[in-house]
């Protein structure tokens, strides 16, 4: 099973900061990536996603993609208390679109 | 009800007990998936249906006995768990081949005695 690594955290950033949560995956064919958020006690909410051919923002959201070395990140700009959670970064392997594999998610907490 | 619903959202069960687990989506989709949240480790995948056929089984025991019998229901039959089974288990729907569009329901939180 390839596999999925997050730093488990928690991220502490004040309100207002960047945050910054990254994700690498062992499967270099993978070619989509997606970013889940959980609130304590809920299940997973899928919050962005991208392809292989690029970065992509949402709102206060940017997914940045390095092939190269393998990893994925998210960026949350001006960080509100609501934004804390864990986050699930996930990955479809390579030559299946029935499935993705999950990280271990990071902890992100905003101070307020 | 929209989304994808589970129930029961909370299960306590015997090591000798045989238990069943119920999800129905109501999104129009046509791949349902089992997944299984456990503490300090990585949402794992279960079983996959794509169009009620299975496509993924992950290596799970026998002692969890996935049924689709359509595109909108599945079921986890569970049956002689071990007290390390407890943990929150998940059902996901999306369109097949679109993981994009997976939508996860607000899971059943088991716990085996």
């Known amino acids: 099973q390839k596999e999925v690594e997050q730093n488990s955290g928690p991220l502490s950033v004040p309100e207002g900061a960047i945050a910054s949560l990254n994700c690498t995956y062992s499967?270099?064919?993978?070619?989509?990536f997606f970013w889940y958020r959980q609130y304590s006690g809920k299940s997973p909410e899928l919050i962005m996603f991208?392809?292989?051919?690029g970065d992509k923002e949402d709102g206060r959201f940017t997914a940045q993609l390095n092939k190269a070395s393998q990893y994925v990140s998210l960026l949350i700009r001006d960080s509100q208390p609501s934004d804390s959670a864990t986050y699930l970064c996930a990955v479809n392997p390579m030559n299946r679109d029935d499935k993705i594999i999950f990280g271990k998610g990071t902890r992100l907490h905003i101070l307020p | 009800e929209t989304g994808v619903t589970q129930t029961p959202r909370h299960l306590v069960m015997g090591m000798t007990n045989k238990k069943s687990l119920k999800c129905e989506q109501h999104l129009g989709h046509n791949a349902m998936y089992w997944y299984k949240q456990s503490a300090k480790k990585p949402l794992e995948l279960m079983f996959v249906y794509n169009f009620k056929e299975q496509t993924e089984n992950n290596s799970v025991p026998s002692r969890f006995s996935p049924e689709c019998p359509n595109s909108s229901h599945l079921f986890l039959h569970l049956h002689t768990l071990q007290p390390e089974d407890s943990a929150l288990y998940l059902c996901?729907?999306?369109?097949?081949?679109?993981?994009?569009?997976?939508?996860f329901g607000p899971g059943t939180r088991l716990l085996v005695l």
């Open positions: 499967d270099r064919g993978s070619q989509s």
């Open positions: 996901a729907s999306s369109q097949a081949g679109r993981q994009e569009t997976q939508y």
């Open positions: 991208i392809y292989s051919n």
